[in-house]
């Protein structure tokens, strides 16, 4: 019960239903603040214990001085949990190994259940191995099946043994347009109150929700288990910034331009650690489709949330995805009620503003290797024929190749080319070079959510067939949309035949490319790009295009919107001009170019209109969490503790409660520590955390290949997550990552000074010798460590690699919190200083000295850093809040969850 300091408890009558609800209005200030923080005003109040949550942090949020530097903490406690089944497999894998040391340390193992709803949904196993047949989404299915059956069974269990977990099973769309379409409430209600549906999830992109006027975030897994478990969220009164919008969008500009201008806009402004939200008259002019679109990529922003108020937009979509006229009216009256409802003349006051008249916006892409890197389409061939340059090794001075003897060079424009001849399966014959368009996807919740570049893209598609063109044979083109209503609609739109025939055919309901989950290149694509090391590239209508995340054959990659996607498939070659070169010839002979088959605005809203409704929601949504038959037939183990088994691979019991106590072990300075890796800026959670395909000649290839599994069922990292053997060994082991301490290598490699001279060594064998020699680690890094998805691999795997701290320049939010989360200290060097400022070559042994002060219950705001080379400095401790410092203190959060829930 909240202890209503402010007499905010009333009722909201709504139909025949009475709700309490607390009002925001008995608090003073409350009614300049931005939407964002009235949602968080209503947390506070309705969640006032007097003790974590007091009077005192509500009146601070009520009196927020949007011009300070955020200083405040404050607990936020989101009302459920989201996740998708690689990051929540792990959360599920924990709360198993939790009930086993609750029962060991002589607790109730059923007081592991969580506390707060919780949802996954399983997205993110499919791979598109196979493309360009009517079969390609069953046998995709038949191939996540086979290779994911024993994480399937343990999630079926999970399902079973926890309650309030709930599992949409696979093949059923991806996590975040479930999310929006059907998972989102808008409003709660729960034990008679009524309160706005708030979240976190275990994928940075959880802040699509932020379009419906949701307020949630990604956090790392070991967060949001303890979420689950009825921990509130540690975090600091954000700074808000206000992002006015105004006009309209000019035909032929799409939902995937405007959210590429923003991200650009934002990342030059600095957003991270950030709310930004969403207000003026342009919002009302928004379609709650391009709202969505925007507020997924907010991690690309490097924003913690990017939200819009709820207004009739807001209203009409939850009509038309299904949602109850009870639900409907409760969220019409309830923002209404408590001032939540926008007014798009209304200018709350914002810490910092930025304005976009979205008649402004242009066709767009974005890459090679970042989403915030925005290209003007029309400047995409010339952009492209400079970034080339960065990618083929072998260019002189004047721009020309060196290549072997038998290889004779070529020049175009001045640009680096080297055509390959290849021979396909059936026999014709093309050439392949640098630029090559080898994978376009249609791919990812960011636009597959969007019914308005869907059908775009299959427009273009039906246009581009009735021209006589299709898809050049080099590439590999695929379609995994974000739900089945999709699919639907392009049925009844009679647009499915069309996009079957240029080679984007279903190949699952899934994020697949975007993630990594792409599949191989047909065999002789990826003989001919690895051969002659050509720079071929991806374009896919996703949210991440960072190196070595798409696919491992290509280099380049560009984010598009759909239609673009296509004509990319089309074109076949970045080095085109889509906007004045021809994409093919016509049945004629004729050119064909980008303005004959682009589809008008009436064009598509008239599809639009008439081939999506309602039904096709309530048909999609009507029994969601059941499952096809081949996930109904797994078989599970039953019990409140799981089963697990010794011989598995895919999921095994973690460490980290062995030998644990009720009471936490003293923290400790670290002294004597080596260097595993010496990183320079941007590096991400993608290069830290093991994903995509596994290699033999890993470490973790070799694990599998010792437990008896054949190189064909590897799977990929992901898939394994459930395995923390598998996942230390991928640590740090991306092949785009470069360790400065191992010059001239790329991937898992660092310098092993255990033994004589430093050898280079794989990073997993030389962590495995550091820790049985008792050497601590650290790792030392620049700007922004750990920007990217928030993956809680990146964080456990750095810890169970033996690293006690890692000094950074900077740091992204989740993966800082994170690395707190599995207890590794965060430290940022001194202002203006840098490694190599300081003269640190990674060779140095470390000693980090102040730590202690964390046991006398205060958290030192600097410690002292020294090495055997003399080198000394007073590095920042990044321990933000109060919260942190206890997890810090029990040794990582899970364990202090753990011993809250015993002591109960």
């Known amino acids: 019960m909240s202890a209503n300091s402010f007499d905010a408890r009333s009722t909201l009558q709504v139909g025949d239903e009475s709700y309490e609800i607390f009002r925001l209005d008995k608090v003073e200030g409350s009614a300049r603040l931005p939407y964002s923080l009235k949602v968080l005003l209503e947390n506070l109040l309705r969640t006032e214990d007097g003790a974590n949550i007091t009077a005192d942090h509500i009146r601070a949020l009520g009196g927020w001085d949007s011009q300070a530097q955020p200083s405040q903490e404050i607990q936020f406690t989101p009302a459920r949990v989201i996740m998708q089944d690689f990051t929540g497999v792990p959360c599920v894998v924990d709360l198993a190994t939790m009930r086993e040391a609750v029962k060991e340390l002589g607790g109730d193992p059923n007081k592991i259940n969580p506390l707060s709803p919780a949802e996954m949904v399983i997205d993110h196993s499919v791979i598109a191995d196979k493309f360009g047949t009517n079969d390609a989404f069953q046998q995709n299915v038949d191939l996540e099946y086979g290779r994911n059956k024993e994480r399937y069974q343990f999630l079926r269990w999970g399902q079973t043994a926890f309650d309030d977990f709930k599992v949409v099973p696979p093949g059923t769309g991806i996590v975040h347009q479930v999310n929006i379409e059907h998972l989102a409430r808008v409003v709660m209600t729960r034990d008679g109150k009524a309160y706005p549906d708030t979240l976190v999830g275990t994928d940075s992109h959880t802040t699509m929700v932020n379009g419906l006027g949701v307020l949630g975030w990604g956090v790392g897994g070991i967060e949001a288990e303890a979420a689950m478990l009825g921990q509130p969220v540690s975090m600091l009164i954000p700074r808000v ?260 025939k240029v080679g984007f055919n279903l190949v699952g309901y899934g994020c697949t490319t975007c993630i990594g989950n792409s599949g191989p290149l047909p065999d002789e694509v990826s003989k001919a790009v690895n051969d002659h090391d050509l720079a071929v590239t991806s374009v896919l209508s996703g949210n991440r295009n960072f190196e070595g995340r798409i696919n491992p054959d290509v280099k380049m990659n560009y984010l598009a919107s759909p239609p673009l996607v296509v004509a990319y498939a089309l074109a076949g070659s970045m080095k085109v001009d889509v906007t004045k070169d021809a994409l093919g010839v016509d049945q004629d002979g004729n050119p064909v170019f980008l303005k004959d088959i682009w589809p008008s605005e009436a064009e598509v809203n008239d599809v639009v209109a008439n081939a999506i409704g309602e039904d096709m929601f309530s048909k999609s949504y009507s029994d969601v969490f059941a499952g096809d038959a081949q996930w109904q037939a797994l078989s599970i183990p039953t019990g409140d503790t799981f089963e697990w088994d010794g011989e598995s691979t895919y999921v095994r019991k973690p460490p980290y409660f062995e030998g644990m106590g009720m009471e936490p072990a003293p923290v400790e300075d670290i002294s004597g520590a080596r260097v595993l890796a010496k990183l320079g800026d941007s590096v991400t959670t993608d290069h830290i955390s093991p994903a995509g395909a596994i290699k033999a000649d890993t470490p973790a290839g070799k694990y599998l290949t010792e437990h008896g599994v054949e190189r064909r069922d590897f799977n990929s990292y992901g898939s394994r997550r459930g395995n923390h053997e598998i996942m230390i060994r991928g640590t740090f082991a991306n092949i785009r990552l470069r360790n400065q301490i191992a010059p001239g290598t790329e991937g898992g490699y660092t310098r092993d000074f255990t033994q004589d001279g430093g050898p280079v060594s794989f990073i997993y064998d030389a962590s495995r010798n550091y820790i049985e020699q008792g050497t601590p680690l650290v790792v030392l890094a620049g700007k922004e460590y750990g920007s990217g998805s928030s993956r809680d691999w990146a964080a456990k795997g750095t810890a169970l690699l033996g690293v006690k701290a890692v000094v950074a320049e900077s740091y992204e939010r989740i993966h800082r919190s994170n690395l707190i989360g599995m207890g590794v200290l965060p430290l940022q060097f001194p202002e203006g200083h840098t490694a190599e400022s300081l003269g640190l070559t990674g060779e140095e042994t470390f000693s980090v000295s102040g730590v202690t002060e964390l046991n006398e219950g205060t958290t030192p705001r600097t410690v002292k850093v020294t090495t055997d080379t003399g080198v000394e400095f007073d590095a920042v401790v990044r321990i933000d809040t109060p919260g942190e410092a206890d997890y810090y203190r029990n040794g990582g959060i899970l364990q202090y969850v753990l011993r809250s829930l015993i002591r109960k």
């Open 241 to 500: 910034v206000g992002f006015k919008l105004t006009g309209e969008l000019t035909p032929g500009t799409t939902a995937t331009d405007l959210v590429l201008t923003i991200t650009e806009m934002l990342r030059k402004h600095g957003v991270v650690g950030k709310f930004v939200e969403f207000y003026g008259e342009g919002v009302a002019a928004t379609s709650l489709a391009n709202r969505a679109t925007i507020g997924n990529m907010s991690p690309e922003f490097g924003s913690t949330a990017a939200i819009f108020p709820v207004d009739d937009e807001t209203l009409n979509y939850m009509r038309l995805t299904g949602r109850s006229a009870h639900q409907v009216a409760l969220v019409e009256a309830y923002a209404k009620e408590q001032g939540l409802w926008l007014d798009p003349k209304a200018e709350p006051d914002f810490s910092e503003k930025l304005e976009l008249d979205l008649s402004t916006v242009v066709p767009s892409i974005a890459g090679p290797k970042r989403p915030q890197d925005r290209i003007v389409l029309a400047n995409a061939a010339e952009q492209f024929k400079q970034d080339v340059r960065n990618y083929v090794d072998s260019v002189d001075e004047a721009g020309q190749e060196s290549f072997p003897a038998s290889d004779a060079p070529a020049v175009t424009n001045g640009v680096p080319s080297n055509p390959v001849p290849v021979t396909a399966p059936d026999g014709t014959t093309y050439e392949l070079d640098h630029g090559a368009v080898t994978v376009a996807a249609i791919t990812s919740c960011t636009n597959t959510s969007n019914p308005y570049v869907m059908v775009a893209a299959a427009l273009v598609a039906k246009k581009a067939v009735e021209k006589g063109l299709t898809r050049k044979p080099w590439v590999k083109t695929t379609l995994a949309p974000g739900s089945k209503v999709v699919t639907d609609y392009f049925e009844k739109a009679g647009l499915t035949p069309y996009l079957d």
